[in-house]
Each structure stands twice: as C-alpha cells, then as structure tokens.
C-alpha cells in the first residue's frame, strides 16, 4: 500500500466521521476494506486494528464515563464513528507512520502533540465537546497519548510480520549489495578483468608446475 494512499484513507476516514458521525463511519468503512484488500501487511494491520479497537473503548470509554466528553448522541461507552476513527488510526503504523518504529522518542512527541490536536479538531468541527476547562482537557490528551502512542508503535514493531514471498528478500538484498559502492567498485572490476580472474586463483594454480618431492629428498 502506498504511503500516501494510506494517509489520504486517514484522513478521508476522519473527516467523513468527525463531519457525518455514524452514517460517515458506515461510508468509511468500504474504505478500510479497500485498504486492507491491497495492503501487503494485511494480517499485521488486523491486528493492530483489534488492539487500537480495544485501546479506544478503554481510553475514550473510560474519558467518557467520569465525564470528560460531550457527544452530540449519547453512544456507551463510545460513538461508533469514534471507534472507526480508531480502526483508522490502527492503518498506519506499518505503512505511512512506519518510520516512526525506530524512533521511539519521536513517536513520544508525536503523540503528544498529534493526539491533542486531534481531538481539538474534532470539538471545534462539532464533533464533541470537552466538560472540562480546555486547557486541562488538552492537557490530560498529552498525557495519555504519549504513552498510547510509543506503546502501539512499540507492539506494532514486535508483531511485525512481513507477508512478502521469500524471493523479494533475496532480490531486494541482491539490489541493494550491487546498488552498495562497495557492489559497484566490485562491479567495476569484474568487467574490467580476465575472465580467468574474475573466477578466482584455481584454474591459475592448476598451470604453476609444483616441485617434485623427489628434489628434496635427502641424498
């Protein structure tokens, strides 16, 4: 899946339910299926899609129980559309967010300043809205997704599974060994000597005549 078809699918996925609610969830979810019918990490993605799942009924469920959100319908413990988004979310860690897998402290900051800005987003298109004073609501989001946010790239790249045939790893080795400098000045060489050379030393050695052990013999 290209990167920025992955992304463009996010995006279109959150704007249809932050807009449209639970009828732009049910638009958005041929969307995901369509992403996950061309995604080379299809078993990897189902599976960050089933703990995303679980993470947002616990965070946003949990938010919602002591009074945190207010949504325009009353949905227990979350909105459908809400849990769409975080299905969405579950798409991009072994696609467009996958570079962040070796950058835990990036992926910490990322989350702290994404996560907010998500959620803000959403109250002020009228999505929901925040009970408590903004800037403790935006606060409290900070918090939580600097720790979501490190922990799901950290599970995303432990469960990584690459369902590729076993024939891309040797090509794409083969491709970056002879794209190396070290490949190319090898290269170079090869095609620039005998082929007796290029070989190796043994069809050489085979012409050396070699002593006869009789010379040495002791008289």
Not at 108 to 136: C, D, E, K, N, Q
Not at 142 to 158: D, E, G, K, N
Request: charged share 15%; aromatic share 12%.
């Amino acid at each position: 899946m290209n990167t920025i078809v992955n992304f463009i699918i996010f995006q279109t996925v959150w704007f249809l339910c932050i807009c449209y609610a639970d009828s732009g969830a049910l638009w958005s979810l041929p969307l995901l299926a369509i992403h996950l019918i061309f995604s080379e990490h299809r078993r990897d993605d189902l599976k960050m899609m089933a703990l995303m799942l679980v993470v947002g009924l616990m965070v946003d469920g949990g938010l919602n129980s002591i009074g945190f959100f207010q949504f325009n319908s009353a949905a227990f413990p979350i909105p459908f559309w809400l849990l769409t988004i975080w299905l969405a979310v579950a798409i991009l860690f072994h696609h467009s967010l996958a570079w962040l897998k070796n950058h835990l402290i990036l992926a910490t900051l990322f989350g702290a300043i994404g996560g907010p800005l998500a959620y803000w987003s959403g109250v002020r298109m009228g999505a929901a809205g925040f009970i408590w004073p903004l800037v403790p609501s935006l606060t409290v989001i900070a918090i939580l997704w600097a720790i979501i946010w490190p922990a799901a790239v950290y599970a995303a790249s432990r469960n990584f599974r690459d369902d590729r045939p076993p024939e891309a790893f040797d090509l794409s080795r083969s491709a970056r060994r002879l794209l190396s400098p070290k490949g190319r000045s090898l290269g170079v060489i090869k095609n620039r000597l005998p082929a007796s050379h290029v070989t190796g030393h043994a069809d050489a050695d085979a012409h050396v005549p070699k002593p006869s052990p009789s010379r040495w013999r002791l008289r």
